[in-house]
């Protein structure tokens, strides 16, 4: 019922409980679209933009941005396409998530937890794609 709500709603409210199905994904840490109508910005992580850069202000990881992608695509179940402007397109298990807020645009701040793999910005720091951003991270990932 609450996904049918989110349907028309760009971001979720700041401690709002929703559920997420990752229908495709930019880079390491978002934006992840999902089925339900949200765009999520993972919470307390930093990755390289795709083109290689870093952003300003922000932990700048060694990897790549394009391997922050490819990690985070294989932890959603692996890549089933691509659309014309290059966002990959996943078919992912049902993420539940918790909002932080407005993240930049119309992109969702969300910590996200995954079946198998429990909270998904942690699982990307194990992938050593990607850095804790302590400013974020809120205690989380430690």
Same mark, same amino acid.
């Given at each position: 019922?609450?996904?049918?709500?989110?349907?028309?709603?760009?971001?979720v409210?700041?401690? +709002?409980?929703?559920?997420?199905?990752?229908?495709?994904?930019?880079?390491?840490?978002?934006?992840?679209?999902?089925?339900?109508?949200?765009?999520?910005?993972?919470?307390?992580?930093?990755?390289?933009?795709?083109?290689?850069?870093?952003?300003?202000? +922000?932990?700048?990881?060694?990897?790549?941005?394009?391997?922050? =992608?490819?990690?985070?695509?294989?932890?959603?179940g692996?890549?089933?396409?691509?659309?014309?402007?290059?966002?990959?397109?996943?078919?992912?298990?049902?993420? +539940?998530? =918790?909002?932080?807020?407005?993240?930049?645009?119309? =992109?969702?701040?969300?910590?996200?937890?995954?079946?198998?793999?429990?909270?998904?910005?942690?699982?990307?720091?194990?992938?050593?794609?990607?850095?804790r951003?302590?400013?974020?991270?809120?205690?989380?990932? +430690?």
């Open positions: 019922m609450l996904s049918a709500l989110l349907l028309g709603v760009a971001i409210p700041n401690g +709002q409980i929703f559920a997420c199905t990752p229908v495709r994904v930019w880079d390491g840490d978002g934006p992840v679209w999902c089925r339900e109508g949200p765009r999520i910005r993972l919470g307390g992580i930093a990755a390289r933009e795709i083109d290689g850069s870093c952003r300003r202000g +922000q932990p700048c990881p060694r990897a790549s941005g394009i391997a922050a =992608r490819d990690a985070l695509v294989r932890l959603l692996g890549a089933k396409g691509r659309t014309g402007t290059g966002h990959i397109l996943v078919t992912g298990p049902r993420l +539940q998530c =918790r909002s932080n807020g407005g993240a930049k645009g119309d =992109r969702t701040g969300a910590w996200c937890s995954a079946p198998r793999i429990g909270d998904l910005s942690c699982a990307m720091i194990a992938t050593g794609t990607v850095l951003w302590n400013r974020y991270a809120a205690g989380h990932c +430690q």
